[in-house]
């Protein structure tokens, strides 16, 4: 598990207004293009590699898998409730929301919450066609959530937290935004080598997930500041392994993790 004690959130060096309009270009590529050639894993290949279970997999139509671009899978680190509420943090093409509706099941409700009008499109007309009613996606930044105080049972993210400059301010949304008893459970990547200032000035490597990074440490640090505890964290997963940004991600030592802890 690679972590560095020394590390804590890194100092923002980048513009935030400016990062969110890099990454929107970028994963509105993934949702218009999904087969497109991008420094990640994507769609059902990315599922199989991230162990999503068979069934869950095998319930679900190409279309809904397509512009999935996650690190891990949450749903490892903990049981979703049936008839819970779940709310997921960046949710893109919207596969980890079909995937908490399946689990949450019809007496349950999944918001899905993203910044990119072309993924909004994308899961929405899916989620239509699907005929998941009891799923919805709003639009809006992780840093001011949509969504009421204490709503959900389950907080969820994959890959995306790394890709927002305040990660305090987000965990502290996700800390408002559940019920006491609350779980927070998401996916993201660590970085166990040092990020020179010069890189996490570039906007590029934060949106090829490496500059936004923290260790394993400044994760749990960040998430007990915030309020939550019971934290576990997940073994490590090579989510670039054989991809086109598998160099860079070696380069810095990056690989995913699962976080999971609980409203105090």
């Known amino acids: 598990m690679p972590t560095n004690p020394t590390t804590t959130e890194p100092t923002t060096t980048v513009d935030a207004e400016a990062l969110r309009a890099e990454v929107r270009l970028k994963y509105t590529e993934v949702a218009n293009n999904p087969n497109g050639a991008f420094h990640f894993h994507t769609g059902r290949r990315l599922a199989e590699l991230l162990d999503y279970p068979v069934g869950i997999r095998t319930a679900l139509p190409d279309e809904a898998m397509a512009s999935f671009a996650g690190v891990d899978n949450p749903f490892g680190a903990g049981r979703i409730p049936v008839g819970g509420r779940v709310v997921d943090l960046g949710s893109g093409g919207g596969f980890d929301c079909f995937v908490a509706a399946q689990l949450v099941g019809p007496t349950g409700s999944v918001i ?3 910044m990119t009008p072309a993924m909004l499109d994308r899961s929405r007309r899916v989620a239509n066609e699907l005929g998941l009613h009891h799923v919805e996606f709003r639009q809006g930044i992780l840093e001011t959530l949509p969504v009421a105080d204490g709503w959900a049972d389950v907080v969820i993210s994959n890959g995306v937290l790394n890709l ?3 990660k305090a301010r987000v965990l502290a949304e996700a800390h408002r ?5 609350g779980v927070l459970q998401f996916a993201d990547i660590a970085v166990g080598g040092e990020v020179p200032e010069a890189a996490k000035c ?5 949106t090829d997930c490496i500059a936004g990074g923290l260790s394993v440490d400044a994760w749990c640090q960040l998430i007990e500041a915030a309020g939550f505890d019971d934290l576990a964290v997940g073994l490590s997963t090579d989510t670039f392994g054989g991809a086109a940004g598998e160099a860079r991600a070696r380069a810095f030592d990056v690989y995913a993790h699962t976080f999971r802890a609980v409203k105090q």
């Open 202 to 206: 570039d906007i590029e490597l934060w």
């Open 177 to 181: 935004v559940l019920r006491p008893g």
């Open 164 to 166: 927002v400059a305040d």
């Open 112 to 114: 899905g919450v993203d």
